[in-house]
C-alpha cells in the first residue's frame, strides 16, 4: 500500500491506498447535464499514463515523430502537454488540501481540471491536484506526478486475488442503470439508459476488434454480445460471409479452438493485464474487456418467470412486469473508441485511418 505526500512539505495528502488498474471510463465525458458518479473506489488509486488538461497544441503544431514516440499513431484535435502518470483517487481520499479559486475553471455544474491544478496542500501552498466533478465526468482527484511523491506503508494491502477467486466473487456489471441528470423542473431527473461503463468498455474494445479484424468480416456471439458490437462491426467492416470469428473465452469458460481468430477477454482489475491462454487459440488476437462487462456477457441474468407462492396456486406463474429497458439501440462511446484507437500502432494502416476520419466526421458519426 501506499500514501501521497506533497512534495513540497512532506505533509499527507492521502491515507493508505492499494493501487488497481486505470477503469476504461476514466476519460469518458458522457452525455449533456449528466451526474455521473465517483470513478474510483475509496482506498484505491490508478496511474494514467497520458497527460490530462492544459497546456495545449494542435495537432498542427506538432511533429508526427513527438506524437508517435508519446503513443499517438493518427491526428487527434489538440495534444495535452500537461504531465502524463497522475495518480487518481476517489475525492473523498484527499486531505489537507484546499481548493483554489482562480483556477476553478469555466466548467458548466463543477469542476473539470482542465485548467490544471486547483487544489492546493493546505500546508504550504503547492498546487497538489485537480478536483474534478464537473457534469458528465466521472468524479474524481487527480494527483499531479511532479508535486506528489508516493510513500510505501507498512501493513497489508489488498491481496493479489486469482482470476478463480475474481469469479467466485461475481461483481459483474448490469447494462442498464438509471442516469441522473441536472435541470429538471424539479430538481435532479432520471432517465433508464445503457450503462455509461458498458459504452465505455465497447468504444475501448472496438478498437481492438478493427484492428483484429485486419478489414475483414467479424462476427461475434450471439445474444448480447452481438447487440453491443455486431450492428458497428457490420457497418464499419467490409460485407460479406464472416471470415473471423470472435468468442469470449476466459477463466471457468471452455477452452477456444484453434480456428478462433479473436478472443474476448476480461481485464484483471487490480493488474490492468487481461487474461491469456496457452491452448490452440494461443495466437489468437486479445479483446480486452472490464471484468464486470465481461461477467455479465458469459453469464447474462436473464428475466426468467418465476412459480408464484403463498395463495396462488404452485403451477401459476407470477405476473411481474418486465425489467425496464433502454429506448435506443446501444452505442459504443465515442470519445473512449478514439482514444484507444490513435494509440494502436495499426491505425497507421489505411483502412484504419479511413474507418477513423468516417467516424469523426463522416457517415458513421451516427454509430456512437
Known sequence: MFLFVCAGCGAELTGPLSQVALPAHARQRYGNGVQLP??????TFAVDPDPWGGPWRLWEEVDPDEAEARGIYAPVHALSDGMPGASVIAPGDIRGTRLVPEKLGGSCCGLDGADGPNMACEACGLPVAARIDDCSLWQAVRLSP???????????GAALLSWAELVAKGED???????ATWGGRSGTDH???????????AGQALAHLLVASQGQPVRVPDGLTADVFQR????????GPPRRRAVLAGPGQPSPDAGTDILLVPVHPQTGQPWTTAGPAASAYLVPLPLGVWLWLVSPEPYVPLPASGRLPQDVLRDDPLPLLPHSLFRPDRGTFRHTLVRLPAVRGPWLRTILENVMRGPLAGLF
Open 38 to 43: 465517483v470513478l474510483m473506489e475509496s482506498g
Open 146 to 156: 511532479e508535486a506528489v511523491h508516493r510513500v510505501p506503508v507498512d501493513g497489508a
Open 173 to 179: 456489471t448490469p447494462p442498464f442503470e438509471p442516469i
Open 191 to 201: 432517465y433508464w439508459s445503457w450503462s455509461p461503463r458498458w459504452e465505455a468498455a
Open 232 to 239: 458497428a462491426l457490420d457497418a464499419l467492416l467490409p460485407t
